[in-house]
């Protein structure tokens, strides 16, 4: 089972669609999650893509104690909690930043993984322009192999150019 | 001759292959976008209608 520990973050809601958390700043969160079936033998399990959203995007205001980090990594226990599946998170593209959110999720994820989950990842040109693919996992999946080969296929073949 | 017909095919099963998974990749970025650029317009997901999107709320 994987293990949480980061007891302080903000109240997870349902919504329309996903789930979204409100900050001390006045911004809201919204995470969803999209389904896709196994991808032919390059990726032979069910997928999710995660995303994460703000409503406002200029209110980078994130408040004190890391709230925000906790909240999103919580969503991630959460669902490694309750699926076997690999979760895929590719970053967003739309301001230039997809390099410091990689670094940032990566800071997190070293910080919280604790062997417990794996992450493989891999670089790829959306419209060229570069960005970055996240597949996460629990360690202790039956096909790990497998997911690595997989995901390195992708990689060789750069998913989507 | 029976090698050259097995490589053959097994080179465009691969392509067919790889033709599926840019597609899906495509389908990926291109719904990440319609929902990023959503919630950047109205400020909530709340409305939010893509018949091809399969949302999950797995938590």
């Known amino acids: 089972m994987v293990q949480f520990s980061l007891p302080s973050h903000y109240d997870v809601y349902e919504e329309e669609n996903g789930y979204c958390f409100d900050t001390d700043s006045g911004n809201t969160y919204y995470v969803t999650f999209i389904k896709y079936p196994p991808i032919s033998e390059y990726l032979s399990v069910d997928i999710f893509m995660m995303n994460i959203d703000r409503a406002d995007e200029l ?8 709230l925000v980090r906790n909240t999103i990594l919580y969503i991630i226990w959460r669902f490694f ?3 076997n599946d690999a ?3 590719i970053c967003d593209i739309m301001d230039g930043r997809q390099a410091c959110r990689k670094r940032l999720f990566n800071r997190w994820f070293n910080e919280f993984a604790d062997g417990e989950l794996s992450k493989l990842e891999a670089t790829l040109s959306v419209e060229g ?4 693919a996240s597949l996460i996992f629990r360690t202790d999946i039956n096909n790990k192999e497998s997911l690595e080969t997989e995901f390195s296929l992708l990689s060789d073949i750069n998913f989507y150019t | 001759m029976l090698n050259k017909e097995l490589l053959m095919k097994s080179t465009v ?4 292959d790889i033709d599926i998974v840019k597609a899906s990749f495509k389908k990926m970025m291109s719904d ?3 929902v990023s650029a959503y919630i950047r317009e109205k400020g909530t997901l709340k409305g ?12």
């Open chain 1, 81 to 83: 909690s309750l699926h």
């Open chain 2, 13 to 16: 099963e691969t392509r067919k």
């Open chain 2, 48 to 59: 939010f209608n893509d018949g091809s999107i399969q949302f999950a709320k797995p938590l």
């Open chain 1, 129 to 132: 322009t570069e960005t970055y």
């Open chain 1, 59 to 66: 209110n980078h205001l994130n408040g004190d104690k890391n």
């Open chain 2, 32 to 34: 990440k976008k319609a």
């Open chain 1, 87 to 89: 979760l895929i998170t």
